[in-house]
Each structure stands twice: as structure tokens, then as C-alpha cells.
């Protein structure tokens, strides 16, 4: 069975960082490209990043660019985001999710997520 | 960036209708159009890929169609357990994926 399971979210001050963990099995994590999603208190879903199997490929959405790095440790079965100069507007639950090309890219497996609240 | 726009913003519906839920790009995305389902205090969970192909193990009574700039959501015998937010996606552009702003479904 698929898992991905997030952790390391929190409440961090303005300009704070966090580092947010996603935990993968169930599946050859070393074969799947991964994203991370995040979603605002009662708002909707908004695409962050995306990362290539072996990690040679990487996306933003302009408003994280600079300031979200993602990676990934194949040997771990982990995918991380490093969230750094935070805002208020970054505060959502982050959510990890594996990326599959079957036809078109889509999302197959999400995990629970993470959440974020950034205040001072 | 690609815009996608859902329409209704939220529904209220029978057990057993048929609801349809559509969903508009800004520009042509061909197929490549996905739908998602979230339920309240859950991750979201892919239903449709490729604007009409059905997941693994995702009901029957869901189905999608379109292509180009628009495209439909049907669940054709409405129960209970579908009550959630539907979210359609694009992945035509592979810098920038975006999602509509949803439709709450509810039973009436």
C-alpha cells in the first residue's frame, strides 16, 4: 500500500524557516517524480514544486522560487521542502504527493499533510 | 500562467441525480486535465486523469469528458459519501500546474 506521511510543520515567526519531511513507502520511491501542494485555511489548492526521480529536474510556482528549496534522498525513501523566509500567507497544510505520467502528469497518491501557521 | 475556472463554486443536490460540474481553461490544454476529490479534514484523491480516465478503484458512477478548453465532472447517481470539494487540475504546463478554486457538493 501506498503511504506518504509529512512531518516538521509547526507555528515559526515571520521570517522563520522550517524543514518539512515526507516519508514514502509502499511503493519504488527511486522510479516517481514528486510534488508538494499546499492548501490555505479554507481556501483551495495551489501546486508548489515538483521533483524529477533523480532529482536533475526541479519546478517552483514563481511566488516559492528563492525561497522553497525541495530535494529528495532516495537511499531515505524521503522527499523534503526547506521553507525559509516565511510569511503569513505562506500558512496552509503541505502536502507531498507522487507524480505519475500515465497518458498526462497527474497526482495518484497525496499524503495527510503538514501544517504551516506563520505568526508572531 | 494557465487560469482554470469552475463553475458552480458549490452545489446542492438529490441522492441519485446526476450532477455535472465544469471546468474552463484560458487557453487550449488538449487532455491534459485531471479531477481531484477532497473530503473535509482530508487529503485530496485523484478520481479522473486525463480529463476521462478513471483511477483504480474510483466508482463507476464518475465520469469526465472535454478536451481543449472545456470539460466536465459527472457523477451520474449521487451518494451520500461523495459530499466534498472537486477540484480540477492542468498539467499541460509543466512549469506551472494549476488547480480550478473548487466546488463544494452537498445533499440536499
Known amino acids: 500500500e501506498v503511504q506518504l506521511v509529512e512531518s516538521g510543520g509547526g507555528l515559526v515567526q515571520p521570517g522563520g524557516s522550517l524543514r518539512l519531511s515526507c516519508a514514502a513507502s509502499g511503493f519504488t520511491f527511486n522510479n516517481y517524480g514528486m510534488s508538494w501542494v499546499r492548501q490555505a485555511p479554507g481556501k483551495g489548492l495551489e501546486w508548489l514544486s515538483y521533483?524529477?526521480?533523480?532529482?536533475?529536474?526541479?519546478y517552483y510556482t514563481d511566488s516559492v522560487k528563492g525561497r522553497f528549496t525541495v530535494s529528495r534522498d532516495n537511499a531515505k525513501n524521503a522527499l523534503y521542502l526547506q521553507v525559509n523566509s516565511l510569511r503569513a500567507e505562506d500558512t496552509a497544510v503541505y502536502f507531498c504527493?507522487?507524480?505519475?505520467?500515465?497518458?498526462?502528469?497527474?497526482?495518484?497518491?497525496w499524503g495527510q499533510g503538514t501544517l504551516v501557521a506563520v505568526s508572531s | 500562467d494557465i487560469q482554470m475556472t469552475q463553475s458552480p463554486s458549490s452545489l446542492s443536490a438529490s441522492v441519485g441525480d446526476r450532477v455535472t460540474i465544469t471546468c474552463r481553461a484560458s487557453?487550449?490544454?488538449?487532455?491534459?486535465l485531471n479531477w481531484y476529490q477532497q473530503k473535509p479534514g482530508k487529503a485530496p484523491k485523484l478520481l479522473i486523469y486525463?480529463?476521462?480516465n478513471l483511477q483504480s478503484g474510483v466508482p463507476s458512477r464518475f465520469s469526465g469528458s472535454g478536451s481543449g478548453t472545456g470539460f466536465t465532472l459527472t457523477i451520474s447517481n449521487l451518494q451520500p459519501e461523495d459530499v466534498a470539494t472537486y477540484y480540477c487540475q492542468q498539467s499541460y504546463n509543466t512549469l506551472s500546474w494549476t488547480f480550478g478554486q473548487g466546488t463544494k457538493v452537498e445533499i440536499k
Open positions: 504527493a507522487r507524480y505519475r505520467m500515465v497518458i498526462v502528469p497527474h497526482l495518484d497518491y
Open positions: 487557453q487550449s490544454i488538449n487532455n491534459y
Open positions: 521533483i524529477s526521480s533523480t532529482s536533475t529536474t526541479i
Open positions: 486525463a480529463a476521462s
